[in-house]
Nanobody, 115 residues
Framework: QVQLVESGGGLVQPGGSLRLSCAASGSIFGLYAMGWYRQAPGKQRELVATITNGGSTNYAGSVKGRFTISRDNAKNTVYLQMNSLKPEDTAVYYC?????????WGQGTQVTVSS
């Protein structure tokens, strides 16, 4: 069973950058598709970006061109590089690992974009 721990959140000014990391325990990390989701106060959780175990990526329209998801299977880690941050990017960001029969979530990390 994979367990996920996110890090890298914090307070940043509009236009700034942050990099989130999600470290996974377990030796089968490479078999999982990984994703980042976010949930703002009063809103439903939404997809931000996903990356398959083969490296194919998918992004929400609102972050395309600003955010980049990547993974390092040797380090059991997935990253989310966030550039040109906007106040509307403020949310708790969650890491997800998915494969058939398994759907695992991290505890979340807060990202706040404010001047």
């Amino acid at each position: 069973q994979v367990q996920l721990v996110e890090s890298g959140g914090g307070l940043v000014q509009p236009g700034g950058s942050l990099r989130l990391s999600c470290a996974a325990s377990g030796s089968i990390f490479g078999l999982y598709a990984m994703g980042w989701y976010r949930q703002a106060p009063g809103k439903q959780r939404e997809l931000v970006a996903t990356i398959t175990n083969g490296g194919s990526t998918n992004y929400a329209g609102s972050v395309k061109g600003r955010f980049t998801i990547s993974r390092d299977n040797a380090k059991n880690t997935v990253y989310l590089q966030m550039n040109s941050l906007k106040p509307e990017d403020t949310a708790v960001y969650y890491c997800n690992a998915a494969r058939i029969g398994s759907d695992i979530w991290g505890q979340g990390t807060q990202v706040t974009v404010s001047s």
